[in-house]
């Protein structure tokens, strides 16, 4: 299942209106998303989607919680990390994205580094 599921969300956040979905399997046992029916003769599941816009703009608390976690993690890691002197322009904007990511989810400010 996790296989498709980028595929599907990605599918779901680019449409950012009501839409029908088309998932199928072919004779290699690829799953496929598309908004385009499959080919004559395929057997498709149709998905029915609401509109993303309202969804991403409220996030659940369990869905911030989780995405707070995880930029706190990152940044944590990125601290510890004993980095190479050409590397350090990436890590440092790697912390600054990580911080963003706290400011946008957590209910505290993020850390300074």
Request: with cysteine; glycine share 8%.
């Amino acid at each position: 299942m996790a296989r498709w599921a980028l595929p599907a969300l990605l599918l779901i956040g680019a449409a950012g209106h009501a839409a029908t979905l088309y998932k199928w399997t072919d004779d290699a046992g690829v799953t496929h998303f598309s908004q385009q029916r499959p080919p004559t003769g395929t057997d498709a599941e149709r998905i029915h989607v609401k509109s993303a816009s309202n969804a991403s703009r409220k996030a659940s608390t369990g869905t911030r919680r989780i995405r707070c976690r995880d930029f706190r993690g990152a940044l944590t890691q990125l601290r510890a990390a004993d980095v190479a002197r050409a590397e350090r322009n990436r890590w440092q904007a790697a912390k600054r994205t990580a911080r963003a990511g706290i400011a946008k989810w957590c209910a505290d400010a993020a850390g300074s580094d």
